[in-house]
């Protein structure tokens, strides 16, 4: 950064901050955390020794050079590298062991191709799903599956071209974002996604998923991984066999017993197999997953034509499919109370810390402001938990 965009930042002039850098002005504790938040930094680094010279941003913006070039993204980036540093520490003061030795690690060179990817991604998703005992059964919620192993997860406001991002640090551990704005169905699809990304692409510090980055080889592989740990095969096939689905026009059988043989012919009959947009509704429903995911997924596994897919696409881009969702009696996921389970967990891990004495006043309205909630909603959460009458003591507003 130059000295002026970090003098805008820190609502200084770019004399002082050459005055900073060059040791000759001292600098304030909310200097020295703005600072910190600019450059992707947790405060305590800047005391401690030795210091690492490494930037969290710059390692990035190496991996994935375009980013630097999107301001929008860049503050995302830092507001959930804060937010991790920010719940490894709640975690810690709270004695919340992380136990990274059950995420699973797959050596696996670079994809160079296209199918390449792909086929690497398939693998990947059936080799986790046998290591985790899954067999071909809907998932449970991503975000708990990755908590299980280790893994912190959160829901942070990105740009909507940015899906999710994985971090991998020393002193955050793993953390897998997605993007709080969009669907509850969408931001599953992501978590699946940047579980990709954790078992295969952890040697990076970080990968941002965009949507304009979906021909990237490391986000082919992500998606083809994604699609098939949501919707095996055999999964898939068992559901719309249950519909009466899935079997061939014609079949043929040879039945042979050491002389000769006879050859038999089956066809089912016409137009009786062909998918319809409430297979695809009730298919959608069982593995939790949006009904565009799982028109793409019977077309990649030759379920339905390419033909046949472009009319249930169009169909379900005029409403039928969701008209037909209502009209089956399925629920459909709360999008507005599942976007906010990790402000309630974050919140609940801060008063737990507050209540304990671990961390001041102070330190829960800045926790509180970071998943957005305003001063005074905050002054209520502490009154109605019954922790109001007093401040604890004991606790520094700098912890």
Not at 340 to 361: K, M, P, T, V
Request: aromatic content about 6%; some cysteine; overall charge negative.
């Amino acid at each position: 950064m130059t000295q002026d965009e970090v003098a805008t930042r820190l609502d200084l002039s770019r004399p002082t901050v050459g005055q900073i850098e060059a040791g000759n002005r001292t600098v304030s504790s909310l200097e020295l955390d703005k600072l910190a938040h600019l450059f992707g930094r947790n405060i305590g680094e800047f005391l401690a020794q030795p210091f690492e010279e490494e930037d969290k941003l710059a390692a990035l913006f190496r991996a994935q050079g375009d980013v630097a070039g999107q301001p929008g993204v860049v503050e995302s980036l830092r507001q959930c590298i804060a937010l991790g540093h920010e719940l490894t520490s709640l975690e810690r003061i709270l004695g919340i062991d992380r136990d990274l030795t059950a995420v699973a690690s797959y050596p696996i060179h670079t994809p160079r191709t296209r199918w390449d990817a792909i086929e690497q991604g398939q693998r990947l998703a059936d080799e986790e799903r046998r290591r985790l005992g899954l067999g071909s059964a809907p998932l449970p919620d991503l975000a708990s599956l990755l908590e299980a192993q280790g893994v912190r997860t959160g829901l942070v406001d990105l740009p909507d071209d940015v899906s999710g991002l994985t971090l991998s640090d020393a002193k955050i551990g793993l953390f897998v974002v997605a993007n709080r704005a969009h669907h509850v169905l969408r931001r599953r699809f992501s978590f699946a996604h940047e579980y990709a990304h954790v078992v295969v692409d952890r040697d990076r510090f970080g990968l941002v998923s965009r949507a304009s980055e979906r021909d990237d080889l490391l986000e082919v592989r992500a998606n083809a991984f994604a699609a098939n740990f949501l919707m095996p095969e055999d999964g898939v096939r068992q559901v719309i066999a249950g519909l009466g689905k899935g079997k061939a026009s014609r079949v043929y059988a040879e039945v042979f017993d050491e002389v000769g043989s006879v050859d038999v012919e089956g066809r089912t009959e016409a137009g009786s197999q062909t998918v319809q947009m409430y297979d695809v509704v009730l298919l959608a429903h069982s593995f939790e997953v949006s009904r565009l995911t799982a028109l793409y997924r019977l077309r990649n596994l030759r379920i339905v034509s390419e033909a046949e897919f472009e009319s249930l696409r169009a169909l379900d881009t005029a409403g039928k499919g969701k008209q037909l969702s209502k009209l089956l009696g399925l629920s459909e996921p709360d999008h507005e109370e599942t976007r906010n389970e990790f402000q309630h967990r974050f919140l609940g891990l801060a008063l737990e810390a507050y209540r304990r004495e671990d961390i001041s006043r102070g330190k829960l309205d800045e926790l509180g402001r970071m998943v957005g909630l305003p001063g005074e909603a905050v002054d209520q959460l502490v009154d109605e938990a019954g922790l109001g009458d007093d401040e604890p003591v004991g606790a520094s507003a700098a912890q």
